[in-house]
């Protein structure tokens, strides 16, 4: 009688217990699935593409070399287009460096600026040398290039960004654009090309 009292409960007690594991492993099993169809679904709607960076018209002026000290204007006109429907871009910081010869001679902070969806935003952009030092090859090259009258330099940009999709900010991340080999003219008269840019962030 003790016997069959005391087998009795778990008899009845193991099934209850083993419907009540499956009900809970298949509410997590479905909301496993759920989570994973909701950033499927998000992504697919979102369907994130690269932004996409060229650059074109460089001229300089007021181009004025002395003792290795150079003072010149750099004008560039940066296109940047944000081909997402749902993404729009902050841009909390920009920087853009003119290097030549891998040595920066020219550096500009542009103000921080939104970029709404499927947007094409045009900077112009000058850069400025101020009393730059150079070495004395590179101040050298330099003479030269004025004298062939336009000058060949890679225009790099930071910047601090953040994406919005709906209400919902990204944390910042770093932006870093390379527009490798753009041409500056010392007359702007010259029709210049447009030159893509890699983009990394
Ligand atoms: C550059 O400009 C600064 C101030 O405008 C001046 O003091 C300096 O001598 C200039 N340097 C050259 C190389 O012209
Ligand atoms: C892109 O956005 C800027 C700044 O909001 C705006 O001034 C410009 O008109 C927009 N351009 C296009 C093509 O939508
Ligand atoms: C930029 O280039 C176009 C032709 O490609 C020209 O019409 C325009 O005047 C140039 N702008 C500057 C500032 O040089």
Same mark, same amino acid.
């Given at each position: 009688?003790?016997?069959?009292?005391?087998?009795?409960?778990?008899?009845?007690?193991?099934?209850?217990?083993?419907?009540?594991?499956?009900?809970?492993?298949?509410?997590?099993?479905?909301? *496993?699935?759920?989570?994973?169809?909701?950033?499927?679904?998000?992504?697919?709607?979102?369907?994130?593409?690269?932004?996409?960076? =060229?650059?074109?018209?460089?001229?300089?002026?007021?181009?004025?070399?002395?003792?290795?000290?150079?003072?010149?204007? &750099?004008?560039? %006109?940066? =296109?940047?287009?944000?081909?997402?429907?749902?993404?729009?871009?902050?841009?909390?910081? &920009?920087?853009?460096?003119? !290097?030549?010869?891998?040595? /920066? *001679?020219?550096?500009?902070?542009?103000?921080?600026?939104?970029?709404?969806?499927?947007?094409? /935003?045009?900077?112009?952009?000058?850069?400025?040398?101020?009393?730059?030092?150079? !070495?004395? +090859?590179?101040?050298?090259?330099?003479?030269?290039?004025?004298?062939? +009258?336009?000058?060949?330099?890679?225009?790099?940009?930071?910047?601090?960004?953040?994406?919005?999709? +709906?209400?919902? %900010? =990204?944390?910042?991340? =770093?932006?870093?654009?390379?527009?490798?080999?753009?041409?500056?003219? &010392?007359?702007? !008269? %010259?029709i210049s090309q447009r030159t893509y840019c890699d983009i990394d962030y």
């Amino acid at each position: 009688m003790a016997n069959s009292v005391s087998t009795q409960p778990p008899a009845a007690a193991t099934p209850g217990h083993s419907s009540l594991l499956r009900v809970i492993a298949m509410v997590i099993l479905a909301l *496993i699935v759920l989570m994973g169809l909701a950033v499927l679904i998000t992504w697919l709607i979102i369907k994130p593409k690269q932004l996409v960076y =060229t650059i074109e018209n460089g001229t300089v002026s007021n181009f004025n070399l002395n003792y290795n000290h150079l003072n010149a204007s &750099f004008d560039f %006109k940066i =296109t940047v287009h944000n081909p997402n429907r749902r993404v729009s871009v902050y841009y909390d910081s &920009f920087d853009v460096s003119l !290097s030549y010869d891998d040595q /920066t *001679i020219a550096f500009n902070t542009l103000e921080p600026f939104h970029q709404p969806r499927r947007n094409v /935003t045009q900077l112009e952009t000058k850069v400025e040398a101020r009393d730059a030092a150079l !070495s004395g +090859g590179l101040s050298k090259d330099l003479r030269h290039e004025k004298q062939s +009258g336009k000058i060949q330099l890679d225009v790099r940009i930071k910047a601090r960004i953040r994406f919005k999709v +709906g209400i919902w %900010k =990204t944390k910042h991340r =770093t932006l870093r654009v390379l527009c490798p080999s753009v041409i500056a003219h &010392f007359s702007s !008269s %010259k029709i210049s090309q447009r030159t893509y840019c890699d983009i990394d962030y």
